[in-house]
């Protein structure tokens, strides 16, 4: 049996959040978390398409905008994690699983790729030590620091087939020179097709009038499953997913907050017009963790500078709270 300390740039800080009592019924997330330490490694690898039940959860930030800078957005989404675990730390604690923090990998210059790369490798360490992971980014070049991650891990190296459900007003499939926080899917795409592996990619949300007709023939071209975000009602939604996860055994599940009206979500680096309700969004969440196939999550391009009374890192928080209840 091996055991793993996660290596990160900055260690858990202590939580904080409002007092009621010790007891179980009086208990919130901050009193919950604890700082993630050694752990026992264990059989990730049993029947294909079933994770165990209970897994203890660990929180991962990616404190990073360096994608967003390079994408042309509007920075600031490095300071989210923090504002993320503010914001879970007051909510009452209704899981039924243990919650660890194991602090922060930061970008603090121009090398994202090594933060990346950092990042992936303590993903990849605590998926197969058997734990849940949740990454809170950062940039939604959080989502290919997740993907290092995920892809390395003994899940899909031992050949589960992965699916990556993204929540997104935007495919993030941009043919670029420097990789950003709107090249992701297309990294992801290309290194599945170095692996031998095929591309399963749907996106819940996506807004014609934000992506071009080049990325639509790119989502096209790579058989990428979409629904645009006028064509989210609840009921389509559920089908959606439910069809694409029938085809997976394990999913990694990325959600950019952007996907979310901007009057629900004003804290992000590209607002959206129209968006996805939440209600929608949430019942997603809920969808995933019940099918038992969740392997990692992540939550990103929360902008805590634009972030009107914390609207958006509140959000963050329930649908974390959600995916793992």
């Avoid at 994690?81 to 970008?107: E, N, Y």
Wanted: net charge negative.
């Amino acid at each position: 049996m091996a055991s793993l300390t996660p290596d990160v740039d900055t260690p858990p800080s202590a939580w904080t959040g409002r007092f009621d009592g010790d007891g179980p019924q009086h208990r919130r997330w901050w009193q919950a978390v604890e700082p993630c330490a050694d752990a026992a490694a264990s059989d990730t690898n049993g029947q294909a398409g079933v994770l165990a039940d209970g897994r203890p959860a660990v929180l991962l930030g990616f404190c990073s905008d360096e994608g967003v800078r390079r994408n042309k957005g509007r920075p600031g989404a490095a300071a989210a994690p923090a504002a993320i675990r503010k914001a879970l730390g007051p909510l009452a604690f209704h899981l039924a699983r243990a919650v660890q923090d194991a602090g922060d990998v930061t970008v603090p210059g121009p090398d994202l790729e090594g933060g990346q790369a950092r990042l992936g490798s303590a993903v990849t360490a605590l998926l197969d030590a058997g734990h849940l992971t949740v990454v809170l980014g950062g940039g939604h070049e959080t989502a290919y620091a997740s993907y290092l991650g995920v892809s390395g891990s003994g899940a899909v190296r031992n050949g589960r087939r992965l699916g990556v459900l993204n929540l997104d007003a935007h495919f993030d499939l941009r043919d670029e020179p420097i990789p950003s926080s709107g090249t992701p899917f297309l990294q992801m795409a290309r290194a599945e097709a170095r692996a031998g592996r095929d591309f399963r990619y749907a996106v819940v949300g996506i807004s014609e009038a934000n992506n071009t007709r080049a990325l639509f023939d790119t989502a096209d071209r790579l058989g990428v499953r979409y629904l645009l975000d006028e064509d989210c009602e609840a009921d389509r939604v559920e089908a959606f997913v439910a069809s694409f996860l029938d085809g997976v055994d394990v999913l990694y599940l990325t959600i950019d907050l952007d996907v979310l009206p901007a009057s629900v979500a004003p804290g992000v680096s590209a607002p959206a017009a129209y968006g996805v309700p939440l209600p929608v969004i949430s019942a997603v969440c809920r969808q995933v963790a019940r099918s038992g196939k969740l392997l990692h999550c992540d939550v990103a391009e929360l902008n805590p500078e634009f972030d009107l009374d914390h609207r958006t890192a509140r959000v963050a928080a329930r649908l974390v709270d959600t995916l793992l209840r």
